[in-house]
Every structure is written in C-alpha cells, then in structure tokens.
C-alpha cells in the first residue's frame, strides 16, 4: 500500500484498536511503534496530525508531542533563544550544535513530554522529528523515553526508513541502530 492517505487512515485505525493501545502481540518488547514514511509527504502527514487533534469520536486520547516546538520551548526555558543566531555566527554551527548537545539532552525533552498520569487509552505521538535534527535524534531519545512510558503506546510518525534495526532519516542520513519499536502500516 503507497498511498500516503490511504496508510494514515490505517493509522487511525491502529492507534484505537484495543491489542495496540494494550501492546499486545508484542512479545513483552515496549509499545513503540514506528511510521514511516516519505519525506515528500510531510505535508500531507501533518494535516493529518491536524485531523486527528480535533477529532473527539476517537476512542483513545492522543498526547502529541511535537519535537521541534519541545526543543525550542526548552531553549526558551533556558533563555538562550535569542543567542543562538548570533553564537552561530560568531562561533560558527558546529560549534553552536556541540553546545546545544551539551546544555540540552534527553533527559530535558523529557521533562517536556512526561505528563501524568497516563491512563489506559492514551497514546503518545511524536512528531516533528525531522524538525528537530540535529538537536535529537530518534533513537537517542527513545532510548531514555522507555522507562518513563513503558505503560502506554508511543507511535512516531518518522520521515525516512526503519527496517527492524535501524532508522534512517530522510531515507538518506547514516542510519542508526534502534530495535524495539515495530513497523505500522
């Protein structure tokens, strides 16, 4: 199945079956899961995200969190917002990233994301992964999120590839390990 629209709307499908919200069938692994898809249809992947913020017939509760919009509310917390623009130019961006990597890390998108309590039912969606690289990265961030929601479902919509074993953003970057989530649609 290709098309983008049609693949979204099993998505829609999956994320109020009771087996998923549940994380049955997954042989004891973490309810994460991953959809992949391709760069080219972001556009269409976020009016759909849209769609889903607004639609009360779902029987589950979504908690979306957009990466890219977390990383720059902690940025803003931290009040270094307007000194990233000139720490790049003066300091040029490698430089600028090293010192992001070191001020801001997993453990503080975190603290963004966590809510409680987490109820049977709720989902948690990340999105803007895309967005957000290079300040994160996927499987980093999964990674430390395991333990904080072990009991209720992630599904990461992720621009690129997973083949089990590694994510690759954009289908083009250098791929990463990461083999607990699973594949949708």
């Known amino acids: 199945m290709s098309n ?6 099993k998505v829609r499908e999956l994320i109020q079956e009771p087996e998923f919200l549940e994380g049955k069938g997954l042989s004891n692994e973490v309810n994460i899961r991953i959809f992949c898809y391709n760069p080219e249809d972001e556009m ?7 769609q889903l913020e607004t639609d009360h017939s779902l029987s589950c509760r979504l908690k979306i969190c957009n990466l890219h919009q977390s990383f720059l509310s902690i940025c803003e917390d931290m009040g270094i917002t307007d000194a990233i623009p000139d720490m790049e130019a003066e300091d040029g961006s490698v430089f600028l990233l090293e010192q992001l990597h070191s001020a801001i890390g997993e453990g503080e998108f975190i603290e963004k994301i966590q809510f409680h309590p987490h109820k049977s039912g709720d989902v948690l969606l990340l999105t803007g992964v895309g967005e957000v690289f290079p300040f994160m990265r996927i499987h980093s961030l999964l990674e430390a999120l395991q333990p904080h929601f072990s009991d209720i479902p992630i599904l990461v919509m992720y621009p690129g590839k997973f083949d089990g074993r590694q994510v690759k953003l954009f289908n083009r970057l250098q791929p990463n390990d990461y083999y607990r989530a699973f594949n949708v649609v």
Request: charged share 45%.
């Open 4 to 9: 983008i629209e049609e693949r979204l709307d």
């Open 44 to 50: 269409a992947v976020r009016h759909f995200i849209e």
